[in-house]
């Protein structure tokens, strides 16, 4: 049984085909990485596989559980986080906060526990505290000691991207959509985002399905690798077979010029 | 320190010594004051208390969710009616018929909930305006709530106790105020509270971290709506009186401008807010007897106003502060507050 497997998924809007005949599988434990030009629609895809989008064909199966068509917050619980390529963090709370805010699945104080029960030794006391324990694991692995208590929103860029990948951290999950982790970074920055991104797999074990422009660091870090345009796949493979298949060089390129030029 | 002191310390109510010193001075400064000023002062903080309850409640769903409502008045109405039927009509004792008013408000919340899942802004505005105005309009028909000639409140027992005067009602105003006042402050710290700010901030990521929108959508529309029904039944005694013409829009927009004027997604600017548009409120009515500025307004209003200019000059003022207080400090009173507190902390420097 695969991992996780996408066959057939297509999804339209109106006459516009924006995925049609997506099919991949991805082992358990492994980087794969997702390529294409502008408006390929990769983020689409993700956005099928978590829910914010109905696809109209095909099937997602996580773990041999179909998952298409379900609500975002169900797949989140299934533990499918994601991070977004336009920054969605809640920002008028602090670092720590958005952490918190993570571990909402794990936390069961309710409406009434939260307001009446007060205390260290309250149930919300206790729960509150044991997951800020976890939360402070995150904040370690990520460096994000300096920042903790400042609201998010007055972070610079490369900081708010780290806060937003220590939020879906915060999930524990098993499988990690990570939507371009490192675009608009500095070199050194982006450094170290691929370091946590390789961390995260060796260490915690998880599964990540990665967008990427860089293609230094996707060709780097990634087990396998699928190349989509318009909508359509053009290849899967490992990084050698696609940085030498000329479809995914023309399409992806322009011309027909080797990939470490560009990186 | 061991660690687990630190972790709690994020969330508790009394940070430090000098917190608890202040809350204690303040929960005696409350149960004093009745004895050393005029009953209408007594009256003047049991309507500001009652406006703290639906201010912070509101805050819940507008400040906190960031839902709009235009129909508090409607829930405030419920909570106002539904506790004196259900104690005149049901025979129950207070404390249990504005629980169940409350909890009416709350069902009646819910399920305006529903419809806000699909509207935003100035759509969600509309359909929570129109719920405001059908309430009255349902509760001044209706014979059961008294219609259009409203309906005189029983009186007032809490087990062996007759409350029968300003000061006594104060003192159980302050007690809820002060339950309802912490449960908001704890809410918005824990789970729910997060899951709602979440929404608030950016909804799809919300999602996708497992806060279930139908869910906590509709759960805050729920609370504010109990938070407003638990004020609107206390009002009614308050008043002793109540007819479906208190509940306008007017009223919904007032306890609108309590939040925003207080500053949003803030219990403390709830607080303020309420307390300065109902202490406003109140004062303005007498502005005319202030010796020369009443004078001279009533002069102004006479030569530039038509005959009932006199009595629109409290609004008139009213509004002018609202707009001085946007204009100058858009996250109101507790943007004043938060900028006098980061002064003060590195005064003289």
Known sequence: MDFFKVEDLGISFGGLVALEDINFSVNKGSIFAIIGPNGAGKTTLFNCINGIYKPDRGRILFKGREIQGKKPDRIARLGIARTFQNIELFSHMSTMENLMAGRHNFMKTG??????????????????????????????????????????????????????????????????????????????????????????????GVTILLIEHDMKMVMDISERILAINFGKPIMEGTPEEVQKNPEVLKAYLGEEEGIGDIA | MDMKRDYYEDVQLFSSGVVV???????????????????????????????????????????????????????????????????????????????????????????????ALRLEGPYLSIATLGFGLTITQVIGRANIFGGRQGLHTPELYIGPWHLNSDVDFYYLLIVITLILVLAGRNMVKTKVGRAFIAIRDADIAAETIGV??????????????????????????????????????????IFLAMVVVGGLGSIFGAIAGACLLSWLDLELRNILSIPYVGQWLEALSKSYFSITGVSNIQFIIYGLIMVLIMLFEPLGIYGFWIRTKIYWRTWPF
């Open chain 1, 111 to 204: 409406l009434f526990r939260g307001s009446f029960m007060w205390g260290r030794r309250s149930f919300s006391g206790r729960e509150g505290i044991a997951n800020r324990r976890k939360v402070e694991e995150i904040i370690d692995l990520l460096d994000l000691q300096s920042v903790r208590n400042k609201f998010v929103g007055s972070l610079p860029y490369g900081i708010q991207k780290q806060v937003e990948l220590g939020r879906a951290l915060a999930l524990e999950p098993e499988v990690l959509l990570l939507d371009e982790p490192c675009a608009g970074m500095n070199s050194e920055e982006k450094q170290d985002m691929i370091f946590w991104v390789k961390d995260i797999q060796d260490e915690l």
């Open chain 2, 21 to 115: 010193f202040w809350f204690v001075l303040l929960m005696i400064g409350l149960a004093l004051f009745p004895l050393f000023v005029k009953n209408y002062y007594v009256y003047m903080a049991n309507y500001m208390v009652i406006n703290i309850i639906v201010a912070v409640g509101l805050n819940l769903l507008v400040g906190y969710t960031g839902q709009i409502s235009l129909g508090h008045s409607g829930f405030f109405a419920i909570g106002a009616y539904g506790t004196v039927v259900f104690m005149s009509e049901a025979h129950f004792p207070f404390l249990l018929a504005l629980i169940a008013a409350g909890l009416a408000a709350a069902l009646f919340g819910f399920l305006l909930g529903i419809p």
């Open chain 2, 212 to 253: 279930n929108l139908t869910c906590y959508k509709t759960l805050a529309f729920a609370v504010s709506a109990f938070y407003a029904g638990i004020g609107g039944g206390l009002y009614a005694f308050v008043l002793r009186f109540i007819e479906p013409e208190m509940f306008g829009l007017m009223m919904s927009i």
